[in-house]
């Protein structure tokens, strides 16, 4: 199953944090991280295999922090109403123009943080049933899990939580509507 791409600013939430994990974990030099990259699956989300002959990627290099940061959103687990909750979540943010700081290059931790302090932003969670935290973690794990069941990490990411793969499946509606909540219609 192939869900909607994110694409430019119309993912700003979760470009905020799912992004600087990414691209960190791709300039990293080889000896910032001690102890190898696990390879990642032959098998994709979809149950598909990679096609034969494509050209393979390296596995990125990462430091021990975007490890444990990857590590942790790929493995939290999207309650099963996570998605509702977030699109009027957005939605709310988005009529009251309230945007996210950008987190560019900063720890999960540091994003958790820096959302904590915007004006007004922790009123709209709270009303929505979310903490900053529960609301990073949800929206990074939801961006990572999409990005993955569209093939877009790099090899030797971690898997997404077999969960939030199973509650994609099970609510495709639910997810495009969260991808239409954040300006990002699919296609």
């Known amino acids: 199953m192939t869900f909607p791409r994110m694409t430019g600013l119309s993912?700003?939430?979760?470009?905020?944090?799912?992004?600087?994990?990414v691209a960190q974990a791709q300039t990293y030099p080889p000896s910032a991280y001690?102890?190898?990259?696990?390879?990642?699956?032959?098998?994709?989300i979809d149950g598909s295999t990679p096609v034969q002959g494509a050209p393979a990627q390296q596995a990125p290099q990462v430091s021990p922090q975007v490890r444990a940061d990857t590590e942790r959103a790929m493995h939290y687990p999207l309650p099963p109403d996570f998605?509702?909750?977030?699109?009027?979540?957005?939605?709310?943010?988005?009529a009251r123009n309230?945007?996210?700081?950008?987190?560019?290059?900063?720890?999960?931790?540091?994003?958790?943080?820096?959302?904590?302090?915007?004006?007004g932003l922790a009123p709209v969670l709270q009303s929505h049933g979310c903490t900053p935290e529960t609301f990073v973690m949800g929206m990074t794990a939801f961006g990572m899990t999409l990005a993955a069941s569209?093939?877009?990490?790099?090899?030797g990411?971690?898997?997404?939580?077999?969960?939030?793969?199973?509650?994609?499946?099970?609510q495709p509606g639910q997810v495009t509507a969260l991808m239409q909540a954040m300006g990002n219609p699919p296609h």
């Open 98 to 119: 309230i945007q996210p700081p950008n987190s560019h290059g900063t720890s999960l931790g540091d994003t958790i943080r820096q959302i904590s302090q915007v004006p």
């Open 150 to 155: 569209n093939g877009q990490l790099p090899t």
């Open 83 to 94: 998605m509702t909750r977030a699109a009027a979540t957005i939605a709310e943010l988005q």
């Open 157 to 170: 990411m971690p898997s997404p939580n077999p969960s939030n793969v199973a509650l994609f499946k099970a």
């Open 11 to 21: 993912a700003l939430l979760v470009s905020a944090v799912m992004l600087p994990l």
């Open 34 to 44: 001690q102890g190898g990259v696990p390879s990642q699956s032959q098998t994709q």
